[in-house]
């Protein structure tokens, strides 16, 4: 089945640690998102990809790198400048219009 | 640049009692125009969506939601809720125009459907 995977489900990550949270889709989509997620604040940009070896900030990209060295992959590293990274980050894809936009699982990353 | 208000944070009804979640964008463009939902720890899943055509559009587990333009409103409607419809409710949109680089989607805060046996 085509989809996307986010991983881990959970993340723990000490002050000062970078961390890198996995995206893979085989829909073969060209875009790609990034979304950080806090109650009452809604989904949030972070990152975007539209094809391979190009991206673009989002709305809160401070604090966050991406690579995009593969269609199907699409990692972002929380570094230890994100001053409150504790959130829910949700990857997703679009396939036009037809197709739309599929979003993963989600990873739930808590400092501590 | 798009806005989207979701002015109810929390709704509470009654087990197969109506439910209408609203939802209004303001943009200075054509948009698309959707609703997901999203349960606990989940990611979202597409309820349904207004591309063009007729202004009331169906989507899944019952659910409707009608396009006004003059209002620039997209509320969803459900005739009678069931105990599983409890999760939180996503209204999004995204730039109409086919330019490359304009599909990404602008949330709103987000309606926790909360339903009462």
């Known amino acids: 089945d085509g989809g996307i995977t986010q991983s881990p489900k959970y993340l723990f990550r000490k002050e000062g640690q970078n961390v890198t949270l996995s995206c893979e889709q085989n829909?073969?989509?060209?875009?790609m998102y990034w979304y950080r997620q806090d109650p009452g604040q809604g989904l949030r940009l972070i990152y975007y990809?539209?094809?391979?070896?190009?991206?673009q900030k989002g709305d809160i990209a401070e604090g966050y790198s991406v690579s995009r060295e593969k269609k199907e992959s699409f990692p972002l590293t929380v570094t230890s400048a994100q001053k409150n990274p504790t959130a829910f980050y949700l990857c997703?894809?679009?396939?036009?219009?037809?197709?739309?936009?599929?979003f993963g699982s989600g990873t739930r990353l808590t400092v501590v | 640049a798009q806005s989207v208000t979701q002015l109810d944070s929390q709704v509470p009804v009654f087990e197969e009692a109506p439910v209408e979640l609203r939802c209004n964008y303001s943009?200075?463009?054509?948009?698309?125009l959707f609703w997901y939902v999203q349960y606990p720890n989940q990611g979202l899943q597409l309820l349904l969506k207004?591309?063009?055509?007729?202004?009331l559009v169906k989507g899944i587990n019952g659910f409707e939601a009608e396009f006004n333009k003059s209002q620039t409103s997209f509320h969803l409607r459900k005739p009678s809720v069931h105990i599983s419809d409890t999760a939180e409710y996503f209204c999004?949109?995204?730039?109409?125009?086919?330019?490359?680089?304009?599909?990404?989607?602008?949330f709103g805060t987000g309606t926790r459907l909360t339903i009462i046996p």
């Open positions: 997703a894809s679009y396939g036009g219009l037809n197709d739309g936009y599929t």
């Open positions: 829909l073969n989509h060209d875009a």
């Open positions: 990809s539209q094809i391979v070896n190009d991206f």
């Open positions: 943009s200075s463009v054509s948009v698309y």
């Open positions: 207004y591309l063009s055509g007729s202004t």
């Open positions: 999004a949109v995204s730039d109409r125009r086919s330019n490359f680089g304009n599909e990404k989607l602008t």
